[in-house]
C-alpha cells in the first residue's frame, strides 16, 4: 500500500509540475513503467486498464480535433461574439450569457474543449474592451468553472463521463436521461453563485460597440453553414450508435476526421497541423496514469473505499448519492478526478451500487473545482491563461473554488437523487 501511495503522490507531483517542460503523458508512462518494474501491477493489469480507457480516450481525442477545427473556421468566436452583442452592452448580462455559451461548449465539446479553445477567445475580447483586471478575473474564473459544472448532460461531455459509462455499460440515452435535471440545476446554480460572488466585480456597462461584428470572424462561410448539419448529424449518430452498441469513439474520432477532410477539401484547414495539435499526450497520460491507479486497487483502496460506500447506501438513497458524490469530490480535489474516478468506479461496483456511478460522475465533475490541481481541464486552462500573460495563484484559485463549489454540488446532486 505504501509503495502504491508513494509512486502515485510521485507520478502526481511530476504530472502537475510538469519539471523542466516534461509532458503530463510522459510524467504519467514513467508512473506506469515503474509501477510494472516495482511489481505494483502486471501486465494483465495493462491490458485491463487498456480496455477500460481506449474508447474514452480515442473520443476526447476526436472530440479535441472537431473543436480545433471549428475553432479555426471561426465558430466558437462568432458565439462568443453573438452572445456578447446580445447583451447589448449590459454587463452582468454578458456575465450570465457567457456562462451558458461556455455551459453548452462544454456539453458538446468537452470541458477540456472549452478551456483550449473558448478561454482565449474570452480573454482576447475582454482585453479588447478594456475590462480592468478584476472583471477579467471574475470573467475567467466563471467561464473556467461552468466548463467543468456543466460538463455532466452527455457522454461526450467529459473524459470521466465517458470512462463510467464504459465501465457500467450505460447507453447515450440511458446517460442523458439521468443527468438531465442535475445537469440542469448545476447550470443554474452555478451561474446564480458565480454572479453572488462576482457581482461587485462586475461592469454595469460594457461597449460592446467596439466589437467585431460576428459574421466578419467567419474564415470560411461554407464550412460554417456545413458545420451546423454536421454537428446535428453527429449527435443523431451517437443514438444511433447507442441503439447498436457501438463504441461512442466511433462516431467522436470518426466524425471529426470526416470533418477535418470536409475541411480540408474547402481549404479551410491544414490537416497535420490539425492533427499535431491535437492533444496526443492525453493518451499516454490516460493510459498511463490509470496503471498508475490499478496499484492502488491492488493495495487494497479501492475494497476501503467499497467498504464506506455500503455504508453510505445502508443510510437509504439520499445519503447514498449526496455521500457518494462528495466523497469522490473531495478525493478529486486532492488527487485529481482523472485516477479518482476509475478508483470510485471500481469501488461501486465492488459494493454493488452501480446505480451511484453517476454520483461518482458528479462528484468528479464539479469537486474537483475546490482546488487548481482537481481536473485536466483547470490544469489546461491555467496553462492556456499562463501562455496569454495571466497569472492565477492557487491562493486566488481555492478562495473563489471552495466557497462556489460545494452549494453547486449538493445542488446537482439533490438533482440526481
Excluded at 502486471?42 to 481525442?61: E, G, H, P, Q
Excluded at 478551456?115 to 474564473?141: E, H, Q, R, S
Excluded at 456545413?226 to 451517437?238: H, Q
Aim: hydrophobic share 60%.
Amino acid at each position: 500500500m505504501l509503495l502504491s501511495i508513494a509512486l502515485f503522490i510521485v507520478t502526481l507531483i511530476l504530472i502537475i509540475a510538469q519539471p523542466r517542460g516534461l509532458q503530463i503523458g510522459t510524467s504519467a508512462v514513467m508512473g506506469a513503467i515503474a509501477a510494472l518494474v516495482l511489481g505494483v501491477v502486471s501486465f494483465a493489469d495493462v491490458i485491463a486498464v487498456t480496455a477500460i480507457v481506449w474508447d474514452a480516450t480515442l473520443a476526447f481525442i476526436g472530440i479535441i480535433i472537431l473543436s480545433i477545427v471549428l475553432d479555426q473556421i471561426g465558430f466558437f468566436e462568432w458565439a462568443a461574439l453573438k452572445m456578447a452583442r446580445l447583451s447589448r452592452g449590459n454587463g452582468h448580462l454578458m456575465f450570465v450569457y457567457m456562462l451558458l455559451l461556455g455551459a453548452l461548449v462544454s456539453a458538446l465539446f468537452a470541458n477540456d474543449g472549452a478551456a483550449l479553445i473558448l478561454t482565449p477567445i474570452v480573454l482576447a475580447k475582454m482585453k479588447y474592451l478594456k475590462m480592468n483586471p478584476v472583471a477579467i478575473f471574475a470573467f475567467l474564473m466563471a467561464g473556467g468553472f461552468i466548463g467543468d459544472s456543466a460538463s455532466n448532460p452527455l457522454i461526450i461531455s467529459n473524459l470521466t463521463n465517458i470512462v463510467t459509462a464504459g465501465y457500467f455499460q450505460i447507453g447515450f440515452w440511458e446517460y442523458a436521461k439521468a443527468m438531465f435535471v442535475p445537469n440542469l440545476l448545476a447550470i443554474i446554480a452555478s451561474v446564480a453563485v458565480l454572479w453572488l460572488f462576482f457581482r461587485k466585480d462586475i461592469p454595469l456597462h460594457v461597449d460592446t460597440e467596439r466589437l467585431a461584428a460576428p459574421e466578419s470572424v467567419i474564415k470560411n462561410m461554407t464550412m460554417f453553414r456545413l458545420s451546423w448539419w454536421f454537428l446535428a448529424l453527429l449527435l443523431v449518430g451517437y443514438f444511433i450508435g447507442d441503439a447498436y452498441h457501438l463504441p461512442v469513439s466511433l462516431f467522436a474520432l470518426g466524425g471529426a476526421l470526416l470533418f477535418l477532410a470536409l475541411a480540408t477539401y474547402f481549404k479551410a484547414t491544414k490537416p497535420m497541423m490539425t492533427i499535431k495539435t491535437a492533444p496526443w499526450q492525453v493518451v499516454w497520460f490516460s493510459i498511463g496514469l490509470y496503471i498508475v491507479v490499478f496499484g492502488l486497487k491492488n493495495a487494497g483502496l479501492t475494497t476501503y473505499l467499497a467498504g464506506v460506500i455500503q455504508t453510505l447506501s445502508a443510510q437509504g438513497d439520499a445519503v447514498a448519492v449526496i455521500g457518494t458524490g462528495f466523497l469522490a469530490a473531495v478525493l478529486s480535489s486532492v488527487m485529481n478526478n482523472m485516477p479518482t474516478v476509475m478508483i470510485m468506479d471500481i469501488a461501486i461496483a465492488e459494493a454493488g451500487q452501480g446505480a451511484l456511478a453517476y454520483a461518482n460522475i458528479i462528484g468528479c465533475n464539479l469537486g474537483p473545482k475546490m482546488t487548481p490541481i482537481g481536473s485536466l481541464a483547470t490544469l489546461l486552462w491555467l496553462h492556456v491563461l499562463a501562455q496569454k500573460g495571466v497569472k492565477i495563484t492557487w491562493w486566488q484559485y481555492m478562495k473563489v473554488g471552495l466557497i462556489v463549489t460545494p452549494p453547486v454540488l449538493f445542488v446537482s446532486l439533490l438533482g440526481l437523487v
